[in-house]
């Protein structure tokens, strides 16, 4: 089969289309005809060599797919090949044919195309898990978004929406600032232009944000802490802008009963993978199906333009998602 090949760590441009072996299925996993799969921050660094994949997994790029089954193993009860899939992968989307865990694939509602589908799983599996298991937000709260507009932002925005929060976010440009309000979010904050500390509290009669999810880390950091209510949760997902904190007195932790967690998805052990799948589903799904919440797609490209497509998301130039559409 034909997949994006990494030729030599680096930049962009040692991506390659080339052949290699076809992956069988184990006695739970599902073969998929890969139709699109989407791009995550995460492939950039494993391109680069500096995230390489868990220990048993595919060496090839891609951390989401949809698809078509072609063939099942024999304990993949209740699926059959021809039926559209999706699902969250530790690896291998970036292919003509990947394998997926029977109990972490979905199928796909109707009304979704394979390219929107496929832009699902990384982003709002890690937004549901970070707002519901890691914040356990409540209806009413408040809740900030950092890169609001980014693939997971855009995915955390509708998923707050939902249950009903406040939502508050910032972007890197006023075009960014508009899709968040659009999806939902009450208010935006331009971070290049301004700091978001004073008309969030302004915004908030003074409480400040109960639950934030970050994936800036140092510049938002006394920010972030200025700007966090009593009992408020602070979820890292990521470190963009940098993880060193110079100077932090652990007083201001105690004086707001603060929360701060970090988290990871990739390298989370099978079994919490399905779980979190399972979780998503039952709240996610029906709103999919029906269309009331639904991935921001960016840009398409062909996978043969893997290079351009990765160039993109280097340039920050996405609103949501970066998605490849794969073919023969
Ligand atoms: N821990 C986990 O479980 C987990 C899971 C998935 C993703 N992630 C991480 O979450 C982050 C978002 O992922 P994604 O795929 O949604 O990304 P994405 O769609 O590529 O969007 C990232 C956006 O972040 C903003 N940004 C980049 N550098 C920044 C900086 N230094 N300061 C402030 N904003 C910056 C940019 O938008 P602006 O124009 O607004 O600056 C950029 O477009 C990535 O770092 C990714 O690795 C973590």
Known sequence: ?????????????????????????GPNELLVKVKATALNRADILQ????????????????????????????NCKGWSTGQSVFGLLSGGG????????????????????????????????????ALVWLARIQP??????HAGASGVGTSAIQLAREMG????????????????LELGAEFGTNYKNRSFFE???????EKGIDVIIDFVGEPFWDQNIEALAT???????????????????????IRKRATITGSTLRNRPLYYKIDLTRSFTEFAYP??????????????????DVVQAHRYMEQNLNIGKIVLRVTD
């Open 287 to 304: 709103l999919l199906k029906s269309g009331r919440i639904r991935p921001v797609i960016g840009r398409i490209f062909s996978w043969e």
């Open 231 to 253: 009992d408020g949760r602070i979820v890292i997902l990521a470190t963009m802008g940098g993880s060193e904190i110079p100077r932090f007195s652990l007083r201001q932790l």
């Open 94 to 129: 970036y292919a003509q044919y990947a394998t997926i865990d029977y109990r972490m694939a979905l199928p796909k509602p109707e009304i979704l195309s394979h390219e929107e589908a496929a832009a699902i799983p990384e982003s709002f599996l890690t937004a549901f898990q």
């Open 199 to 205: 008309p969030l509290m302004e915004a908030t009669g």
């Open 165 to 180: 929060a406040h939502i508050f976010v910032t972007a890197g440009s006023d075009e960014k600032i508009k899709k968040c």
């Open 47 to 74: 391109r680069e060599g500096k995230y390489p994949p868990p220990p048993g997994t595919s060496e090839l790029l891609g951390l989401e797919m949809s698809g078509i089954i072609e063939e099942t193993g024999q």
């Open 1 to 25: 089969m034909k997949a994006v090949l990494i030729s030599k760590p680096g930049s962009a441009e040692n991506l390659v289309l080339g052949d290699i072996i076809r992956p069988v299925p």
């Open 140 to 145: 009413d709260e408040s809740v900030l978004i």
